[in-house]
């Protein structure tokens, strides 16, 4: 923990301004929106990809931050909101379809992360899992049934590169991206995205709790496999997934004693 007047040195916030629950999308402009479903909140900070919003939800103070995008600004995140007494993180973000079942609109609840991303590496062995904290993750389950919100869950694939996904024929590695992609798809992954994989690996490092829960936008490999190309690019669902869910962990939180 910080000391109480310290400012962190990129999210420009201190102790005191951070809740022990966080809800964490990549966009900065998507946190005014989810901090509107908290009562009394307001504006904390903005700096560079980090914008903060703190208020209360069921009497407990809880923060919206963005992480902008990839494993680096998340892994920097996540350790100054521990040190401003942070310890329950979800994230909510976006992500593309590996599995042609899965209908965009679905929200995708990984159970694990593979990690392709660079970040966690400095964490922890390749050999060491990235997943979520199983509490958590049977809250947003719970939460998306509770809403009637259509769900899956499963592994997703965490890559540093976007356009290593979208566009691998005009990269060198163009072979290794196209049979790694193959596996996780015949191993069973049912998304793709940026963030959870260094989430869960920094939170385990540093005792803190992490999920994530996702909007499926797109998935290409249903295009491929029905000439369907709908897409969904709303998130109420998946943000009100997870403030259910906080809302879950507070009372059993509470009930714990």
Known sequence: MAQHDELMHHIKCKPGDIGRYVILPGDPG?????????????????????????????????????????????????????????????????????????????????????????????????????????????????????????SAMGVVECKDSYYGQHAPETMPTEDELLSKWKAWQRAGAVGSEMESATLYVVASVRRMRAATVLLLCRNIEREKATGLTDTDWETAHAIETAVEAIRMLIHQDRNKG
């Open 30 to 150: 998507r946190v005014e929106k989810i901090a509107a479903y908290l009562d009394n909140a307001h504006h904390v900070q903005t700096y560079r990809e980090y914008t903060t919003w703190t208020g209360e939800l069921e009497g407990e103070k809880v923060t919206v931050m963005s992480t902008g995008m990839g494993g680096p600004s998340t892994a920097i995140g996540v350790e100054e909101l521990k040190m401003c007494g942070a310890d329950t993180l979800i994230r909510v973000g976006t992500c593309g379809g590996i599995d042609p079942s899965l209908v965009p609109g679905t929200l995708i609840i990984p159970t694990g992360a593979i990690r392709k991303e660079g970040t966690g590496r400095e964490y922890a062995p390749i050999e060491f899992p990235a997943v979520p904290n199983y509490d958590l993750v049977t809250a947003l389950k719970a939460a998306a049934d509770k809403l009637g919100y259509r």
